[in-house]
């Protein structure tokens, strides 16, 4: 069962602002990663942090965890149109175990 | 990078008829591989985790005998969605794990039954 829950659902910015997505979880996990998927398309990896790190940077991309909360977030600075997407955070509790996806926020960057 | 594919993209098939999805992972072997599907603005959502040689892991609610997963090999494995229906309209993704965590996924194949 889907145990992610992703906030906000959907986000609309302009080109150049910086966009923060959340994503919290219900279980404890190993590690956690965000996903981009362009409409129609399959989905781009992102990033990974593991449960032992909390914070994790990747060019304009920075993924915070905190597992007290069961909570991360993902940044996006200085946002591109091209980055339009889908972004879903996935967590899983074992290595090479099975995927559970957050429901996922639709960006939208406004040229 | 490792690279995954899937074929067909888009399929359109009567209500009634089977339809066959292939996995590939093209430059790497993957004894694992998952299948998700996924409604339109929606999450994905695992279906079964397909094992090289062995039988399928299917997640509460999906119907094994509606849904046939077959991974012969390293490389293939392959989604029969059998007696298809509209219900079963659905995009279908594909993922190969790599090492011990890194899923790689398919671009996906959009199925639509009428």
New interface residues.
Partial sequence: ??Q?EEDPQALSIQEGENATMNCSYKTSI??LQW?RQNS??????LI?IRSNEREKHSGRLRVTLDTSKKSSSLLITASRAADTASY?CAT?QT??S???????T?LTVNP | GAV?S?HPSRVICKSGTSVKIECRSLDFQAT?M?WYRQFP??????MA?SNEGSKATYE?GVEKDKFLINHASLTLSTLTVTSAHPEDSS?Y?C?A?L??????????T?LTVT
Avoid: C
């Fill in positions: 069962s889907q992610g190993n590690n996903y129609g398309r399959g989905l781009v990896h990974l879903f899983d290595s090479g099975r995927l559970t996806f957050g429901e996922g639709q | 995954v899937q694992t998952f603005k929606k999450s994905l959502m695992l985790t509460q995009f993704i993922s794990l090492e011990s965590y890194e899923q790689y996924f398919g671009p996906g959009r």
